[in-house]
């Protein structure tokens, strides 16, 4: 006890009654945490003398000056201390010794630092882990300093003591930052990428030099953002562009992002194979920095609060009535702190949005990656829509972690220490405000949970919505042919209603948060000072104003807290949607010696299947399959067919020829062999580099140059042999940019036969070992499908190739080396075409009436000697690439310039309705002014207690107190409910008005604008307006009027302040605008490049299987004056987000204007029109685009009632530009088209599609159950629809399926390609229209079934008038009539035996052609 009483003499040892005792603060946070520091840095010191060379780094210009000429700084105030101490001791005052300890322990830690700074390793002892860490744990370990100095009236100590502090939080988050930035650095150089940069031969001390300096830009930029000038400057003069837009620093590229959390995900999925957590993943890759980055919050946080504790020092001291110069260094250092904490503001959001960029680029590589890898059969868990989901809304909801993680514990940190300095205000009266906390912490737990739920439930009905609108937008032609266009659209309102529902209720329990957190304050004001006052303290401006500005200060957190959660929650649901999906199992494949060997195993045991065979009969194969079982699904609620090849061996370099009804599995054994499918049982070995082409050709948006090379080198000569064996080299000839032209979404503006050919010439251009070819020929007309045939399949680029081709073609079959036979999901016989000529699965027709045999078309050289075939291939010129502005195919995506327009606002208040906009600006009108009645009111009684003119009791003044708070906490209800109602009725209205005008859109806006562009219009956009957008105009609209009660609150206390705020007012717009004119443009920037982001997302997902196979007053208004700087920072800051989220309704409102379908008819059908099938063409013109040749040009024809008529003619010719013509999906330029005497242009265009029949050349099968998909309006029996299934011999597969309630996954992939064709048939003939369309409604079954189904269609059809595209002659040979077109002319019509016997005639060359 003597030595404490000697180094504390007349001292408690650790409290005081009230804090901590002075002798504790100075021994404990001031003495002992200084010696630990320095005996910290000593040992460090020792350690690392004896460091390697190699390890030592040379100090920068910015270490400098945070390293030298902080702690010099540090240690001459520590010095003048102990200067202080001296000279008071010289006049003879008593010093106590803990005093004496602290300061020299001070001085001394300081000088330890300088000291070690100038050694040659004090990188490795500043840049310590534990020192980083511990010198965080020292600042807060010197708050209790810091807050006694604060509560003495000496301004000077008051400021040293504040200098001191922030020098050492300085000094703590510098060498934090800069040990990240300097990890980062190292392991930059480790990377492979950098490592060719050494290689150069260049001394590396002259790299290393480079590297310094280039840290020192980075640091100097880093605090002044020097780096984004040029581009700020260029948004203020000018719309930006994304070359106007700075380089990507490493760091940040999208490249490094995603190998960052790839690995960390790898890692997770390693350690957590049962459950890998994505947030896991996160922190492995982003912890560390997001977690130092925390460190700076902490500081921000801490001096938040500085100027409450400044402003209680400068209303005691104005209380005193002294003129001493201590008031003024007070007020500056009001105002230096206001500005300081910008200073932090700005950096803190700067470092969180880098870390927001990096995790975004993270989540949205990795999901892409993800759908690369991972096969059809475990995709189809989720929906395609769900997919694009994840891509888009919950990758900004996990983005959005970010934000909500740090307030998790910094708000709770800002209420606690709030809630400590009221404590020392009015001692134990905050205990009934925190009460009221308290009690508030429960209910919103419950509303919390609520929330969770609803957003779960919200979040499938949008992967739902999104979905139904991705499948809108890639069948629109086919919908407005069926006229379904608003049978879809109620769908998506249906859908769009449910998660409606689930946002509403998440927005009112929102709104009941904001209303328990916004009137906290209030109530807790009103507790307060009540148990205040009745505890019988005197009320002094000094405390009640402090106490205000406590208040203040707790409104943020207390308002942000319930958003923080929700946020929380939004993040949480959607990390666990992306754990999901991120962690099904990928390609079941493993490579094997050597590198182009592969092997799929359903599970280890399988590969002894294959140890017993003999390598050199491996090495003659190419697939082998042993025992396999395949399904597309291990679902137990669906019934999935399991596919069963027991033993298949595919030698290598040899055609094969894979044929078999519809739906015998020929696409199944092809999706097989690249690991599409879920092998249950057995292997499947395949040897070298695969090629493939799907039965729907999968195109890339992109030229057609990019198409072929798919990322393969330029060889001109092989380059220019495949466009000729795939007879694209006239077509491209023809085109404006050759094989430079762009090619639409889904190679929209080319033909179907175009299209095929284009995805066969990139898969031979590849020259893979294996080429697999899904029914290649069926797009393309005879002529050209024999040229390919011989000059492609069987020519010379395919040479020692293995190439397995499914298909019905008779000429590819007789050419065929084997032939496998699929009957059911089973092999049924391999063998040579000549035995197969012999088997009982010869379905074809007889072989003896092929004009040339196989041997024929395996000429020595292809190209030449099939020259005679040349001149027949007649060029597409109905092409819609052939315009003169080949590259205005897809139309640029356009942008606003400058501000967004008031009409932008002006349309989302009536979307919102003005009555409710009223009703918000009203209730925070009144809102603000019951608060600033509050404050006022407090100030009264205040001036009368202070002034000893008291009127009223106590309980009056506590009275009138009351009522302000419930009007203030009934006005906040208000607001709050009628915001969310508001919100909801916009997010409601805009999505209703922008599906009207989608679905009235023509046809031609779809094609010139990419689906992805419209999606993201439906889902990120409407996102923002659903969710974002309220809840920045609600902070913009609280900062406003919180603005407007400042300016009225000081405009009645001293009309000075005023004065002082419209020059404040006049800088801040000027850099507001400066900011907002780059932020704006970023932000449509932004916008526009997500796009092409979704577009390029939908072409990965239609064509992954393609991208795998190719690998007082006074007082009062100082309380209100403190907080105006950041006040005014943050309405402009608002303003200018709401701005950029208003970008959101400017991009929905270009999408009100687009161009409208004629609805509108002058004539009204009857129910039973048409009742005969008249047709009649009366010189037809019709462009596609005025910048387009003829598609149809001056056709005229008569078809009668009753009659059935074939349209041939070459890929393009015009022959789908009749059918678009009759159904209006483009209006004709000239001439007129009757339907029983009644012209098309006069009816409704609704009305017209629906009384006709249509089978569209591209299946459309929607998800859901097949009774819908065949008739969706209910109108048919169940015998019916089985008889129309019957007659389109299609009954027993579904039967097999499980019926008519089976559920049809989207794009109908439940069933093969052929079956969809023929289920849509069945969809046509129940729909008894007198006139049917066929397109190409047989291209892709079996030529048995084919002939079957024409001889269905001949029977049942009789007294309908059938008019069918056929690229198969002999589909069109027992019809009335046939028509040849060619070039958008009628050039041949007549019955097809007159028609044959002319041998001059084009459809005699084409019959001839099919023969051969």
Not at 136 to 159: G, N, V
Not at 610 to 615: N, P, T
Request: hydrophobic fraction near 45%; glycine fraction near 6%; charge should be neutral.
């Amino acid at each position: 006890m003597g030595f404490l009483n000697f180094i504390c003499p007349n001292s408690p040892t650790v409290w005081d009654g009230n804090s901590f005792s002075k002798c504790f603060e100075n021994m404990v946070f001031g003495f002992g945490v200084n010696v630990v520091t320095i005996v910290m840095i000593v040992t460090l010191g020792l350690q690392n003398k004896n460091v390697r060379r190699n390890q030592i780094s040379r100090m920068h210009i910015l270490e400098k000056v945070f390293l030298l000429f902080l702690p010099a700084l540090a240690a001459c105030l520590s010095f003048y201390d102990i200067f202080y101490l001296l000279k008071a001791v010289l006049q003879g005052h008593t010093i106590v010794h803990h005093e004496w300890f602290f300061r020299w322990s001070q001085f001394m830690s300081w000088m330890t630092i300088l000291l070690f700074s100038k050694c040659e390793y004090w990188s490795l002892i500043f840049f310590n882990r534990v020192l980083c860490f511990w010198w965080i744990a020292k600042s807060f370990l010197e708050i209790p300093r810091l807050q006694t100095s604060f509560l003495s009236l000496e301004a000077i100590r008051c400021i040293k003591e504040s200098c001191s502090f922030v020098a050492g939080v300085t000094f703590g988050v510098f060498i934090n930052v800069a040990r990240i930035i300097r990890g980062s650095t190292e392991k930059r150089k480790l990377g492979s990428l950098e490592d060719a940069l050494l290689s150069d031969g260049k001394d590396l001390e002259e790299n290393h030099i480079r590297d310094s300096d280039r840290t020192v830009h980075s640091y100097w930029h880093l605090l002044t953002f020097k780096s984004i000038n040029s581009v700020m400057d260029l948004g203020v003069t000018k719309q930006l562009d994304f070359e106007d837009l700075i380089q990507l620093p490493h760091e940040l590229n999208p490249s490094h992002c995603h190998s960052t959390l790839l690995r960390c995900w790898a890692a997770e999925e390693t350690k957590y194979c049962t459950d890998p957590s994505l947030f896991r993943a996160i922190c492995y890759a982003y912890g560390w920095p997001y977690m130092f980055l925390g460190l700076l919050k902490v500081l921000n946080d801490l001096i938040s609060f500085v100027g409450p504790l400044l402003l209680n020092a400068l209303i005691r001291f104005l209380q005193q009535g002294s003129g001493h110069f201590d008031g003024y260094l007070l007020a500056i250092s009001l105002g230096l702190t206001s500005t300081f904490k910008s200073f932090l503001d700005t950096q803190y959001s700067f470092h969180l949005a880098k870390i927001k960029l990096k995790l975004r680029s993270s989540i949205m590589t990795v999901v892409y990656r993800k759908c690369l890898y991972v096969s059809l059969a475990n995709r189809s868990k989720f929906s395609e829509g769900e997919v694009q989901t994840f891509m888009s809304i919950d990758a900004d909801r996990t983005v959005n972690l970010c934000n909500s993680f740090h307030d998790m514990w910094s708000l709770p940190l800002q209420i606690v220490v709030a809630l400590y300095l009221l404590y020392t205000q009015v001692k134990f009266a905050f205990l009934a405000g925190l009460t009221i906390t308290i009690l508030l912490i429960p209910v919103n737990k419950w509303i919390s949970t609520l929330i969770a739920s609803a957003t779960e439930k919200m979040m499938k009905q949008k992967d739902e919505r999104i979905k139904r609108a991705g499948e809108f937008l890639t069948y629109i032609r086919t919908l407005k042919m069926y006229s379904w266009e608003l049978l879809f659209a109620n769908r998506l309102i249906e859908t769009r209603a449910s998660e409606v529902k689930h946002l509403s209720t998440r927005k009112y329990l929102d709104a009941w948060c904001v209303f328990f957190w916004a009137t906290t304050p209030t109530l807790f004001s009103l507790s307060t000072f009540g148990l205040f006052t009745l505890m019988g303290h005197p009320l002094d401006a000094a405390t009640v104003f402090t106490c205000v500005a406590l208040f203040n200060t707790l409104i943020s957190p207390l308002n942000a807290f319930p958003w923080v959660i929700n946020g929380l929650i939004d993040a949480i649901i959607s990390t666990r949607r992306l754990s999901r999906f991120l962690s099904c199992s990928e390609l079941n494949s493993q490579m094997l010696p050597p590198s182009d060997e592969l092997l799929h195993e359903a599970d280890p045991s399988s590969s002894c299947l294959l140890k017993g065979q003999d390598e050199a009969f491996l090495e003659n194969m190419a697939v082998v399959f042993r025992d396999a079982h395949c399904v597309w699904s291990n679902n137990s609620e669906e019934q999935s067919t399991v596919f069963k090849w027991k033993t298949l061996d595919l030698p290598k370099g040899i055609l094969i020829a894979v044929v078999g009804e519809v739906g015998s599995g020929k696409s199944s054994l092809l999706n097989s062999i690249l690991g599409e499918m879920l092998l249950v049982h057995g292997s499947i070995y395949s040897r070298g580099s695969i090629a493939y082409v799907s039965q729907v050709p999968w195109i890339l948006s992109g030229t057609i140059r990019d198409n072929i090379l798919f990322g393969k080198d330029y060889d001109a000569k092989r380059y220019a042999d495949v466009l000729q064996a795939c007879a694209l080299d006239v077509d491209i000839s023809l085109m404006v940019g050759g094989d430079l032209s762009y090619i639409g979404e889904k190679g929209l503006n080319l033909s179907g036969g175009q299209r095929a050919r284009l995805a066969l010439a990139r898969a031979i251009y590849h020259g893979a070992d294996v080429c697999m070819l899904d029914d290649v020929l069926s797009a393309v007309d005879a002529q050209v499908a024999r040229w390919i045939l011989r000059n492609a399949i069987l020519g010379h680029l395919m040479d020692q190739k293995t190439q397995i081709l499914c298909t019905h073609n008779v000429q590819a079959i007789s050419s065929a080396d084997m032939i496998v036979v699929m009957d059911r999901g089973h092999v049924k016989w391999t063998g040579s075409f000549a035995d197969f000529s012999e088997s009982p699965y010869a379905t074809i027709p007889s072989m003896e009436d092929s004009k040339i045999s196989s041997q024929s078309l395996r000429p020595k050289n292809s190209i030449n000697s099939s020259s005679e075939l040349r001149p027949n291939l007649i060029p597409e010129e109905d092409c819609i690439t052939l315009s003169e502005e080949a590259q205005e195919a897809i139309e640029i995506e356009l942008r606003k310039e400058g501000t967004v327009e008031l009409g932008v606002y002006k349309s989302y208040a009536t979307f919102s309705s003005w009555k409710i906009v009223i009703v918000i600006s009203l209730s925070a009108i009144l809102m603000q002014a019951s608060r600033n009645g509050n404050d006022l009111w407090l100030s009264y009684w205040v001036d009368s207690t202070g002034s000893h003119r008291t009127m009223y009791s106590t309980g009056f003044y506590l009275v009138i107190l009351c009522i302000f708070s419930v009007a203030n906490s009934l006005i906040t209800l208000a607001r709050a409910f009628s915001f969310a109602f508001g919100g909801l009725r916009a997010a409601v209205q805009v999505h209703t008005k922008l599906l009207n005008k989608l679905i009235n859109a023509p046809v031609i806006f779809f094609d010139q604008n990419p689906s992805g562009r419209i999606l993201n219009r439906l889902s990120s956009d409407l996102y923002t307006i659903d969710d974002s957008l309220p809840f920045i105009l609600n902070i913009l609209l609280a900062n406003f009027f919180s603005l407007v009660g400042i300016a009225i609150v000081l405009s009645y206390a001293q009309i000075l302040f005023l004065l002082l705020l419209l020059p404040f007012g006049y800088i801040y717009k000027k850099l507001q605008f400066y900011y907002r004119s780059t932020s704006r443009e970023l932000r449509r920037l932004d916008s526009v490049s997500r796009s092409p982001i979704y577009a390029s997302f939908t072409e990965t997902l239609d064509g992954s299987s393609t991208i795998r196979a190719f690998n007082a007053k006074v007082g009062l208004a100082l309380s209100y004056a403190s907080p105006i700087v950041s006040l005014m920072s943050n309405f402009l800051t608002s303003y200018t987000e709401t701005e950029k989220e208003m970008v959101s309704i400017e991009r929905v409102l270009q999408y009100m204007d687009i161009p409208q379908e004629e609805l509108c008819g002058c004539n009204s059908l009857h129910p039973d029109w048409p009742t005969q099938g008249y047709i009649k063409f009366e010189h037809v013109t019709l462009r596609y685009r005025p910048s387009l040749p003829a598609a149809l040009h001056d056709v005229s024809f008569n078809i009668a009632a009753g009659m059935q008529v074939g349209i041939v003619g070459r890929t393009g010719a015009g022959k789908s530009s009749v059918i678009n013509a009759l159904f209006r999906l483009t209006p004709i330029c000239g001439g007129q088209i009757l339907v029983d005497g009644v012209n098309i242009a006069d009816v409704a265009v609704r009305d017209l599609r629906s009384h006709l029949s249509v089978v569209p050349q591209s299946p459309f099968l929607f998800d859901g159950p097949l009774r819908d998909n065949l008739d969706p309006f209910g109108e048919k029996s169940d015998i019916k629809i089985w008889e129309a299934l019957e007659k389109c011999h299609v009954k027993e597969e579904v039967e097999a399926a499980g019926g008519l309630d089976i559920h049809v996954k989207e794009a109908g992939i439940s069933f093969s390609v052929g079956q969809r064709q023929l289920i849509c048939l069945a969809r046509a003939l129940l729909k008894s229209s007198k006139i049917l369309c066929l397109d190409e409604c047989t291209a892709n079954v079996d030529t048995r079934t084919a002939s079957i189904l024409q001889n269905t269609i001949s029977s049942e059809c009789k007294g309908m008038t059938v008019i069918t595209i056929a690229h198969r002659i002999s589909v069109v040979m027992k019809m009335d009539n046939v028509m040849v077109l060619d070039h958008g002319i009628l050039v041949e019509q007549g019955r097809p035996e007159v028609l044959l016997q002319n041998e001059f005639s084009r459809f005699s060359s084409f019959a001839k052609a099919s023969t051969m």
